[in-house]
């Protein structure tokens, strides 16, 4: 992003479509290490993002991450409902190419 970091997106769609469906995917960290992993998770009919998790690499270990509905602190400290914080945190220019 704007040669300040990068970031890699990907989607968690939903896995089960039931009222106590686990809303999540499994997320390869180790061929690609960018700075922040955007992972947008699906809604139960998988046609528009729940939430997301910014998921800095400095605290990603492994190369297999798996995003259900509850997390549990360690994971949930990074899910956000929007991307605004992320957009906040970007370098100016590119925070600007992002929006227009």
């Given at each position: 992003?704007?040669?300040?970091?990068?970031?890699?997106?990907?989607?968690?769609?939903?896995?089960?479509?039931?009222?106590?469906?686990?809303?999540?995917?499994?997320?390869?960290?180790?061929?690609?290490?960018?700075?922040?992993?955007?992972?947008?998770?699906?809604?139960?009919?998988?046609?528009?993002?729940?939430?997301?998790?910014l998921l800095p690499a400095l605290d990603l270990s492994g190369e297999k991450l798996s995003l259900v509905e509850d997390n549990g602190l360690?994971?949930?400290?990074?899910?956000?409902?929007?991307?605004?914080?992320?957009?906040?945190?970007?370098?100016?220019?590119?925070?600007?190419?992002?929006?227009?």
């Amino acid at each position: 992003m704007n040669d300040e970091f990068t970031v890699s997106v990907v989607l968690a769609r939903c896995l089960q479509r039931t009222s106590t469906a686990t809303v999540g995917c499994s997320i390869w960290t180790g061929a690609v290490r960018p700075d922040i992993t955007v992972a947008a998770r699906m809604d139960y009919e998988n046609t528009q993002p729940l939430d997301y998790y910014l998921l800095p690499a400095l605290d990603l270990s492994g190369e297999k991450l798996s995003l259900v509905e509850d997390n549990g602190l360690l994971l949930d400290c990074y899910r956000f409902d929007d991307l605004d914080y992320l957009i906040s945190r970007a370098p100016e220019s590119g925070a600007q190419g992002m929006c227009s």
